[in-house]
């Protein structure tokens, strides 16, 4: 059975950093697309970064260019997401998710969840 379990959410305040983390286990996903997402209430859930088998092979959403930086470590089947300069706009459930193939952006591709961790940015 595979399963995603992320870490790391919490308050903050503006301009402040987290961390998220996403462990997989019931399979490896090394050479597939790991991704996270957004929904904050009302909103469709986005996706914010994504990741293929490298650091060289990464997707941002504009709105979090040069804040956001995703990474992974294929050893530990962990995809991680830091998150620095915070913006209340941030303020979403955060969802991990691996893909069925390499291609980064393609949202129906993503076929495994994690449960979502909750973040918010304080004014």
């Known amino acids: 059975q595979v399963q995603l379990v992320e870490s790391g959410g919490g308050l903050v305040q503006a301009g402040g950093s987290l961390r998220l983390s996403c462990t997989a286990s019931?399979?490896?996903?090394?050479?597939?697309?790991m991704g996270w997402f957004h929904q904050a209430p009302g909103m469709e859930r986005e996706l914010v970064a994504a990741?293929?088998?490298?650091?060289?092979?990464?997707y941002y959403v504009d709105s979090v260019k040069g804040r956001f930086t995703i990474s992974r470590d294929n050893a530990k089947n962990t995809v991680y997401l830091q998150m620095n300069s915070l913006k209340p706009e941030d303020t979403a459930v955060y969802y991990c998710?691996?893909?069925?193939?390499?291609?980064?952006?393609?949202?129906?591709?993503?076929?495994?969840w994690g449960q979502g961790t909750q973040v918010t940015v304080s004014s």
């Open positions: 998710a691996a893909a069925m193939t390499s291609i980064l952006t393609i949202t129906s591709n993503y076929r495994y």
């Open positions: 019931g399979r490896t996903f090394s050479s597939n697309a």
């Open positions: 990741i293929g088998w490298s650091d060289r092979d990464t």
